[in-house]
């Protein structure tokens, strides 16, 4: 059986299926074989191969088994034994089938969860250049909001001065013009300076109310602006997961498919191989029955279709 790994005289079936363990040395040969292939995961003929092999070892099951069944067919009296190496085998050899094709497997889940986490890492990289930019923004207000401080308690005090300079200088014209009524430009002055304390006063107090107020605007507005870049990047790294969770499935989705074509095609080749039986059988018994119908003993007349089939008779042969 060119397909397979193995292939077993056709004289010594019976003696390998009959015993119990019998099929230990052409197991043994399998694992061989797929213990000592070099894989090559870099190339596509590379990895090609390695699935090949793993598509041996399955074949390698099937023509072995389909040598028990053969035997099981005309065997009555062992066919328990003969089932139960075919099922240790069938057992050992799906285990090898997924020894032969370990390799090419890890390599697909490892080339999947690369792919998930560049797209993760990508994800996460842009968020935290957001990030960065929100809290540079931050800064600058707050910045500005001190410059502001600043101005205001400048113009404050040039303010204050001014008002003390303008009234020195209106209490030295009353006093130089109107000396006579000097205590009554003296109660003005102290009504005009009791005014002007009040008005600052209240200035004072709008500037301190509008300060307070612009740091309560501001701070507002970094923890707004920080509470969006922590959802960006929470909802970067939501995104990434489900990328990387689809990857993973894709790679499960894509296995399963080529399991299941793999078990179809095996399947059809099992059915092609019956059909091949029986039309030869069928051969058989008909050359068979001739030999009777002509007066030859059934026995010889078996024997003598086995020799035809064989092509042990010179000169003669059956056409299938």
């Known amino acids: ?122 994800a996460t990289e842009k968020l935290a250049a957001e990030f960065a930019a929100d809290q540079e923004i931050a800064l600058l207000l707050d910045e500005k909001f001190d410059r502001e401080i600043s101005e205001a308690k400048a113009k404050a005090e040039q303010a204050r001065i001014d008002r003390e300079e303008a009234m020195k200088h209106q209490a030295a014209e009353a006093a130089r013009i109107k000396a006579e009524q000097k205590a009554a430009a003296e109660v003005a002055r102290v009504e005009r300076e009791k005014q002007q304390a009040i008005d600052r006063e209240i200035q004072a107090r709008a500037n301190e109310a509008k300060a307070k107020q612009d740091a309560i605007d501001a701070k507002e507005r970094a923890k707004y602006e920080a509470e969006q870049a922590e959802q960006r990047r929470i909802l970067a790294e939501q995104k990434a997961a489900r990328d990387k969770d689809q990857a993973w499935e894709s790679a499960r989705l894509a296995e399963l498919k080529r399991q299941q074509d793999e078990a179809a095609r095996i399947k059809r080749e099992e059915a092609a191989r019956e059909a091949d039986k029986r039309h030869t059988d069928s051969v058989k018994t008909d050359a068979m029955n001739d030999f009777i119908a002509i007066g030859v003993d059934p026995a010889n007349a078996r024997l003598a279709v086995r020799a035809l089939a064989a092509g042990k008779i010179r000169k003669a042969g059956i056409n299938f």
């Open 1 to 122: 059986m060119s397909t397979a790994l193995v292939e077993i005289q056709q004289e010594n079936v019976l003696t390998i299926f009959s015993s119990v363990n019998g099929l230990d040395p052409v197991i043994d040969e399998i694992k061989s074989l797929v213990e000592d292939f070099e894989h090559d995961l870099s190339t596509g003929a590379g990895r090609k191969r390695t699935a090949s092999l793993a598509n041996k070892v399955a074949k390698s099951k099937v023509y072995m088994d389909e040598l028990g069944k053969d035997l099981v067919a005309g065997w009555k009296s062992k066919a328990k034994v003969v089932d139960a190496e075919r099922k240790r085998m069938r057992e050992t050899l799906d285990e090898l089938k997924q020894v032969a094709r370990k390799p090419l497997t890890d390599w697909e889940a490892e080339q999947a969860a690369i792919e998930a986490e560049k797209l993760a890492k990508e």
